[in-house]
């Protein structure tokens, strides 16, 4: 990791070192920007045509450019969002230019550069995409921005916890996101010790997004194996474009303290700097989803009003064992009985110890150097840190754990070379310190904590444990009672509870032995014994794009190669405590061509990708896309396009190593494993492939009058060599065991895998989204999609973790009112109950609505503006993720400052 830093540290010298031999001649050309009335337009964006010499209008619409005259003429190209983009030609220095933007009636008039990889107006990209303005982000009233999106056309996001989200389109969502790339300026922002993102924590701060883009569905043959149902890419503002300083803060309930800090200046016509960065602090949701664990994670589970207990969602150590009460002469018509009961087990809030409180923290500073008016260098770094709850094979406390992220970049106008390294932590390596933890196993090891004073096991040598204990008294009285009572389970396992808690009670929460085992385990990190998760793993990525501009084609190549450095000190992978990290690796290389034709209006595109892998076979990725505009002013599009990607199973998929105690959990790269079901049937399992998928779309996006829009898709996906998981029995080296029951001379366990499966598995889906301008100040908005597991062919109890409302819609409401300095939104969803399944719980997610609304008061003499908002109005509740908290209401108020 040093030497990364000091690569960074050279390079920057470097470029503040670079000869004069390429400065230009530069003459300042200075204007103002106006509407059609002559009000002014602050923040609107003045570049230079072709090049990154580029500034943003004042308080009063104005703005200073340093041109080369050289080569006239200069074209300066002016937008601002709801307003018409201008391009003016200027043949030699003048002053105070007069740009007028008139209001702009072409709602799908915006540009991006994620679907193709290539700047494109929206309404003609192949793919479906939905961009999210600054405007709109500041509208976004959650404290995680990613939470936000939900409100965008066919965008899914279950949120787990206060901080942590996950995002997905067409299906498959989980609390990982583990088909979706999310990145900040193409930097990759998951942990890649978890093959997942905490929401936005390694993502761009609020104040410094200047635009969201996410692509819909397949996108691997541009953006590699990992891209499988869409990328989310997060956009920062120029420090040459948007100079001056943000401050944000904000106060709320749950204890919610919210600031934000944005700081860029300009310090020579070609040296910008950036200082970014935020911290939130606020009391968490906690999950106590009492119900009993689905039966596919818990064979033997009993319903909650069972005596003998059961395993609940949100409990955790309440273990099973099993006890055989033989037929006994005495009593000749009582047969024998074998029954399963369970430990009674901690709640979330109990383990965690009333500790509630999230909070995130980063800090990103960067340095930009103009090598020539047409390259453009970066160096930047970012530091995050959060303490948060995570929910993935069992519910986790990250406690201060986060990332470090280095940044190299060169890119010119039609081209680009990169690099960056992530490094994340989960809390200080001193194990009396911070402790990340995994709330399962702490439950789990808070039962064989030994009993001060206990006898021996005769059965393990060794000091009775709680749980040892409780079970030994609930299995003698059961015995006493079910005898006596003739048989009757129900009368034996009541009195046995009723005895086993008052004479053998768990370890109490908040009582001192309790305090002292729960810090004794949280701080362990040995495997089998230990809470503790202790995050070390590296991601270095390296990237290069050329985009060839010929007379007849455009034709983009470029290639990425990323390596994964995988380390745990075995609380989460094979990797072995202090030792070297797992090695693992991908590379690949692509290419797309695009021609136009019928005087633009028809498109043409296609594009492929070979990707290379150290555990998996090689895979190409191809896309066709054709796009034809009609209309006087092209404002009518019709897409289709087929994509064939792939997606990589994760790190954890191929490395983990967990055993959560009712079964070890483990990666699956070797030879495969032998074993046995559930049921006793034979069993054989490959080792992982890469999972593939098919699809099929067309699209319609248009202004179908001057002040509506309307956009349409409709996809159909066929997926192969499906990954999901497998759970049986056998040896942890992959080998069959002697006999599918475990004992004392059978070490076989109860293992669970990912592994392919050969059932196809269907999909498909449709969205509509419309907007509606009524007059200047006021937008109605309003989508709806629909989302369809095909069902009917899959075995029963298979598991596709669909996870996606099958219906789910939109209405949103912006405007401006009192003169323009009142700003506001309110936006109203509604999502279908849908059975979300996972490694950790598995049941319906009950249909949920919530309202959103923020408003802003500008006070333009002091540049400051009044917010207020909220997020869950009507504190519904709403659980999004299975097994997690319900998220409630959060509302604020706070300030805004703006010095440009």
Not at 213 to 226: D, F, K, Q, R, T
Not at 776 to 794: G, H, Q, V
């Amino acid at each position: 990791m040093k030497k990364s830093y000091r690569l960074l540290l050279l390079v920057l010298s470097l470029l503040l070192s670079s000869p004069a031999v390429w400065a230009q001649s530069a003459i300042a050309i200075t204007g103002v920007v106006q509407t059609e009335a002559g009000d002014p337009l602050p923040g609107a964006t003045v570049f230079i045509k072709g090049t990154f010499i580029g500034s943003s209008t004042d308080r009063d619409g104005k703005f200073v450019l340093n041109a080369d005259f050289t080569e006239p003429p200069v074209v300066i190209s002016v937008s601002f969002i709801g307003f018409e983009t201008r391009e003016i030609g200027i043949s030699k220095a003048q002053q105070d230019v007069r740009v007028v933007l008139p209001i702009s009636t072409n709602l799908t008039n915006t540009v991006v550069v994620s679907a193709s990889r290539v700047a494109e107006n929206i309404s003609q990209v192949p793919v479906t995409i939905e961009k999210v303005n600054t405007r709109q982000v500041e509208s976004l009233t959650t404290p995680d921005l990613l939470a936000g999106l939900a409100r965008f056309k066919a965008v899914d996001v279950n949120s787990s916890s206060l901080l942590t989200s996950s995002i997905s389109t067409r299906g498959f969502n989980s609390s990982r996101a583990e088909r979706v790339i999310q990145m900040a300026d193409y930097m990759d922002t998951q942990l890649p010790s978890l093959s997942s993102n905490f929401g936005n924590l390694l993502g761009i701060p609020d104040l410094d997004v200047e635009s969201i883009e996410i692509v819909h569905g397949p996108a691997s043959a541009l953006y590699g194996a990992n891209a499988f149902n869409g990328v989310v890419l997060f956009n920062s503002k120029d420090p040459f474009v948007s100079e001056g300083l943000s401050i944000r803060l904000r106060g709320g309930n749950r204890d919610l303290l919210d600031g934000q800090l944005r700081y860029a200046k300009k310090l020579t016509d070609r040296l910008a700097i950036k200082l970014t960065g935020g911290a939130l602090t606020a009391k968490d949701w906690i999950a106590d989803n009492q119900d009993p664990t689905s039966l596919l994670i818990e064979p033997n589970n009993h319903a909650a009003s069972s005596n003998l207990g059961y395993d609940a969602v949100n409990r955790y150590g309440d273990a099973s064992f099993a006890f055989t009460i033989p037929a006994n002469p005495a009593f000749p018509t009582v047969p024998a009985t074998t029954q399963t009961a369970f430990l009674p087990g901690y709640a979330e809030k109990e383990l965690i110890a009333g500790d509630q409180k999230a909070h995130i923290y980063k800090i990103n500073p960067s340095v930009s150097y103009l090598l020539t008016d047409n390259v453009k260098a970066t160096v930047d770094y970012k530091y995050v840190n959060g303490t948060t709850i995570f929910q993935s094979a069992s519910r986790y406390r990250f406690d201060n754990s986060g990332s470090h992220q280095g940044r190299v970049e060169v890119k010119g106008t039609n081209w680009f070379v990169r690099g960056y390294t992530t490094r994340d932590y989960s809390g200080k390596r001193d194990p009396s310190t911070d402790g990340s933890y995994n709330l399962g196993f702490l439950g789990g090891f808070l039962q064989t904590t030994p009993v001060p004073g206990e006898t021996i096991n005769p059965r393990t040598g060794k000091t009775y444990t709680y749980g040892e204990r409780y079970f030994r008294e609930y299995a003698t009285t059961f015995g006493q009672q079910y005898y006596g009572s003739g048989g009757n389970v129900e009368a034996a396992a009541a009195a046995a509870r009723t005895k086993a808690l008052a004479t053998a009670p768990q370890l109490q929460p908040g009582t001192q032995p309790f305090n002292d085992a729960r810090n004794r385990i949280i701080h362990d990190g040995t495997p089998g014994q230990g809470a503790r998760v202790i995050l070390r793993s590296i991601l270095n990525d390296g990237s290069a794009q050329y985009n060839f501009k010929l007379s007849f084609i455009d034709l983009i190549v470029g290639g990425a190669y990323r390596q994964y450095q995988l380390g745990s000190d075995g609380s989460l992978f094979s990797d072995t405590k202090d030792g070297d990290r797992l090695q693992n690796h991908e590379f690949g290389g692509y290419a797309q061509v695009t021609k136009a034709l019928l005087a633009e209006r028809l498109k043409l595109s296609v594009a492929g990708r070979v990707d290379e892998f150290k555990n998996f076979e090689p895979a190409f990725s191809p896309r066709a896309s054709v796009v034809y505009s009609a209309g006087s002013d092209n404002q009518q599009n019709f897409r289709a396009s087929f994509n064939r990607a792939f997606r990589a199973p994760t790190q954890t998929d191929q490395y983990i190593r967990l055993d959560v105690g009712r079964a070890i959990l483990l990666g699956n790269i070797g030879n495969g494993f032998d074993g046995y079901t559930l049921t006793g049937m034979q069993f054989r399992a490959d080792n992982l492939r890469l999972e593939q998928v098919n699809t099929f779309e067309v699209g319609y996006r248009a202004q179908i009058a001057s002040k509506v829009s309307v956009d349409v898709d409709y996809f159909r996906s066929t997926y192969d060599d499906f990954i999901g998981t497998q759970t049986f029995i056998g040896n942890i080296d992959g080998t069959r065991p002697a006999s599918p029951v475990p004992s004392a001379t059978n070490p076989a366990r109860v293992i669970q895998i990912s592994a392919n499966v050969a059932q196809k598995v269907k999909t498909q889906g449709a969205s509509v989204g419309l907007s509606y301008t009524v007059g200047t100040p006021l937008i109605l908005s309003a989508n709806y999609s629909f989302n369809d597991l095909d069902s009917k062919d899959l075995p029963a109890n298979f598991q596709t973790f669909f996870n996606t409302p099958r219906h789910k819609y939109n209405f949103g409401l912006t405007g401006l009112a009192l003169s323009r300095k009142l700003g506001y939104t309110v936006n109203y969803r509604w999502t279908d109950s849908f059975l979300y399944e996972s490694t950790f719980a598995t049941g319906r997610v009950a249909s949920y609505h919530t309202v959103d609304a923020q408003a802003g008061y500008n006070l333009t003499a002091l540049h400051t503006t009044l917010q207020a908002g909220v997020s869950n109005l009507f504190d519904a509740g709403n659980v999004q993720t299975y097994g997690s908290a319900g998220i409630g209401r959060l509302g604020y108020i706070g300030l805004l400052f703006e010095l440009k």
